[in-house]
């Protein structure tokens, strides 16, 4: 069974800090990595994606891969309340179909 | 800026009945996806449509799924006989073509069956 795992949460910082969020899979075949935002009853909302070893940054975000120890993670700098949702990792192997293998995702709750 | 579309936004039916959900993918995407996620559990990979027929199916997605891209804007997932554990939202995606590894997603669908 192919598992993406994430701590569910939730994961609480103050406005100004930096959130930390991570994500372990199983499948050594997998190639890119997706973090998705999603607020309640909404659709995910890519965030950014990441498929070579190291970090990538995009404005506050900053994705993390580890291809050895099966991790990836995110970083949001300077957390606004306004990031206060569910943040999803997703993953997928190489290939055409390039379908996602999801995790259940983690609550992130940003405090003024 | 560009954008899949849903509908309906949420649809009740009961046991035993036919449902349409329907999605207009961006327009210059090739691939095609239908998602589902129960209320408080994963995203759930259902099927995968390229050129024309379908290049992946999950083991959620049975005989009484079906997807059909009718024209050259639609793309559509039936369920034929409704249970009540196929309540769920049901997001469409879509992808560019080649290496661009991005979906992007639909608002969704929430199916309640009753």
């Known amino acids: 069974q192919k598992e993406v795992e994430q701590n569910s949460g939730p994961l609480s910082v103050p406005e100004g800090a930096i959130a930390s969020l991570n994500c372990t899979y199983s499948?050594?075949?997998?190639?890119?990595f997706f973090w998705y935002r999603q607020y309640s009853g909404k659709s995910p909302e890519l965030i950014m994606f990441?498929?070579s070893n190291g970090d990538k940054e995009d404005g506050r975000f900053t994705a993390q891969l580890n291809k050895a120890s099966q991790y990836v993670s995110l970083l949001i700098r300077d957390s606004q309340p306004s990031d206060s949702a569910t943040y999803l990792c997703?993953?997928?192997?190489?290939?055409?179909?390039?379908?996602?293998?999801w995790g259940l995702g983690t609550s992130l709750a940003v405090n003024p | 800026e560009p954008e899949v579309t849903q509908t309906p936004s949420h649809q009740v039916t009961q046991m035993g009945q036919e449902v349409i959900l329907r999605c207009v993918p961006i327009?210059?995407?090739?691939?095609f996806y239908w998602y589902r996620q129960i209320l408080g559990q994963k995203v759930e990979f259902l099927v995968s449509?390229?050129?024309?027929?379908?290049?992946?199916k999950s083991e959620i997605f049975d005989d009484q799924f079906s997807v059909e891209r009718p024209d050259g804007s639609n793309f559509t997932l039936k369920i034929r006989s409704t249970k009540l554990e196929d309540s769920a939202m049901y997001f469409c995606?879509?992808?560019?073509?080649?290496?661009?590894?991005?979906?992007?997603f639909g608002p969704g669908t929430r199916l309640t069956v009753t």
């Open positions: 995606a879509s992808r560019e073509q080649g290496a661009s590894y991005e979906q992007y």
């Open positions: 327009s210059n995407h090739l691939y």
């Open positions: 449509f390229y050129n024309n027929e379908i290049s992946e």
């Open positions: 499948d050594r075949g997998s190639q890119s």
């Open positions: 990441i498929y």
């Open positions: 997703a993953v997928n192997r190489a290939g055409n179909n390039r379908k996602l293998i």
